[in-house]
């Protein structure tokens, strides 16, 4: 199978070609001659399997094939993302992959003056790439109107349609043309998103490509069992001991991500955080550290688990459990992309044994525990005192961000399309 063979026309082929692309993945293969007939889509597949220019070249490729006079203040394309990073790493995708063409694509979110984006916006754009909330913003500002929207993309879908961004999205949806194409993207769907989705799509193309992250060959997954208060000093020990040119490692908190690097530091180990509550401008230089090797561990909550693709990670460190069997699959999927292979390390303490079983179930499959010489573990599960844990657990704390946007819920009248909490 070549790209020529999906229905692409010469500039996308001269671009994917320059780019080393010599053929596409399964998913590209399956879901890029559907959106360029014009069908929705609902599209998984594994993180790192080529989703972003599944989605793009189709797009790319229709407005080339339909080209028109912007209207002032609207878009004609409309990727929706649930992160900052996502909506940057997209618009990148977009401005490479169509540097032959002349679309014009813009992403916007918060954490930045909403200012230069209105101007932007004022011309149009044939493809914006938007996070929900800063999306809102700009409609209530009439610096958008969404009413030439002709294709929609729901990018990481999963976590669009959860309760977390719920809301926003019904907001979003009200203002859309009622005839568009739409498509849904993501790694995981559980299926009470999967028949939620259905209800956004006509006669859709579906498309799964069945092994995920957690099952994938090149991840090795490593599950060591370590006493909660030793998994700092057990880090440091992998960290040298390992010859891991870069690690991710995930935490539960913010406070939990600026306290670990603060004792990274404090040993050698360069490192940084990267979590919501910092400002756009840390988060970017974080990330480009981490990306440009200038950084040996870069310490994350599960803002970076969605979507983020950081070339040849050799590692991922889930230093508190996640805390669902969804978001361990995105986790673990930032390393072994795109062929590469990678380790996915799992800290296990007495609390969370029996969390991290679940996580093994709901993936079917068992990893064999660890112990480090040095770092073997005194305290024992049944020693805990009944409903003791460590953190990561799901449902056992709700973020600042979930308790806002509970309460703007249960203020505000909903109307349209209900979508329930999954």
């Known amino acids: 199978m070549t790209f020529a063979s999906l229905g692409l026309t010469e500039p996308l082929l001269h671009t994917l070609a320059e780019l080393e692309h010599s053929a596409p993945t399964p998913v590209q293969t399956a879901v890029i001659p559907a959106l360029l007939a014009g069908r929705d889509s609902v599209a998984s597949a594994q993180t790192g399997s080529g989703k972003t ?8 490729q229709q407005l080339a094939a339909s080209p028109r006079t912007l209207e002032p203040n609207t878009a004609r394309t409309l990727v929706l993302v649930p992160t900052r990073e996502l909506a940057q790493q997209v618009c990148t995708s977009l401005d490479t992959y169509g540097r032959d063409l002349q679309a014009r694509g813009l992403a916007v979110y918060g954490g930045v003056s909403i200012n230069p984006q209105m101007m932007a916006l004022r011309p149009g754009v044939d493809v914006l790439i938007a996070t929900p909330g800063r999306l809102l913003d700009l409609i209530e500002h009439k610096a958008l109107r969404l009413t030439g929207v002709e294709r929609l993309v729901l990018d990481e879908a999963d976590r669009l349609l959860d309760l977390g961004f719920s809301d926003e999205i019904e907001r ?45 060959p090149g991840i090795l997954q490593r599950a060591i069992v370590v006493d909660a208060e030793r998994r700092t000093s057990l880090l440091y020990h992998l960290v040298r001991s390992g010859n891991w040119p870069r690690a991710l490692v995930f935490v539960a908190t913010r406070h939990r991500c600026e306290q670990l690097v603060a004792k990274l ?57 996640p805390r669902s069997a969804i978001d361990y699959t995105h986790r673990i999927g930032r390393t072994g992309r795109a062929g590469e292979r990678g380790c996915a390390v799992s ?16 993936q079917g499959q068992r990893i064999e525990r660890e112990h480090i ?10 020693t805990l005192a009944p409903g003791a844990t460590e953190g990561g657990v799901k449902g056992k704390r709700k973020s600042k961000k979930d308790k806002l946007r509970e309460a703007a819920q249960k203020s505000e009248p909903r109307t349209g399309l209900k979508i329930r909490k999954v």
């Open 53 to 60: 220019a599944g989605y793009l070249l189709p797009v790319l």
């Open 265 to 321: 530091n404090r040993v050698g180990i360069h490192a940084a955080a990267l979590h919501g509550e910092l400002s756009q401008g840390a988060r970017e230089h974080a990330l480009a550290d981490f990306k440009a090797c200038r950084l040996l561990v870069l310490v994350a909550t599960d803002l970076a688990a969605r979507g983020i693709d950081i070339e040849q990670l050799p590692a991922v460190v889930n230093y508190d459990l």
């Open 373 to 382: 010489a040095g770092f073997e573990p005194v305290q024992a599960a049944a």
């Open 172 to 216: 979003i949806l009200q203002r859309l043309p009622s005839r568009r194409q739409t498509a849904l993207f993501s790694a995981t769907f559980p299926s009470a998103v999967r028949a939620l989705a259905n209800s956004l799509l006509h006669d859709p193309v579906r498309v799964d490509i069945r092994t995920d992250a957690a099952t994938a």
């Open 347 to 362: 800290f296990v303490s007495a609390s969370t044994e029996a969390h991290f079983r679940l996580i093994e179930k709901k």
